[in-house]
């Protein structure tokens, strides 16, 4: 009972302390300015293989549904 009641006062300290923690690293460190993209750079959104995975991914769950509906319908018991 009293490792329960330990673990919860750690977890409740530490969602305490880890914002305050993040804070304070940030004032410390040095601040990085953020450089946005070039607008010839800005056309390209990266990676073409995402039309690839989507078609795979609908090609899958329509596999998934035509195996589920197409079970015998059976029963199994006599």
């Known amino acids: 009972m009293k490792f329960n009641k330990l673990a919860a006062a750690v977890a409740v300290v530490s969602l305490a302390v880890a914002p305050v923690a993040v804070q304070a690293a ?5 601040a990085v300015e953020r450089i946005g993209a ?30 589920i509906a197409d079970g015998d319908d059976n029963p199994t018991s006599p």
Do not use: R
């Open 26 to 30: 940030d004032s410390i460190a040095p």
């Open 38 to 67: 070039t607008e010839a750079e800005a056309e390209q959104l990266g990676g073409g293989s995402g039309i690839i995975i989507a078609v795979l991914a609908a090609a899958a769950v329509i596999a998934g549904i035509i195996i």
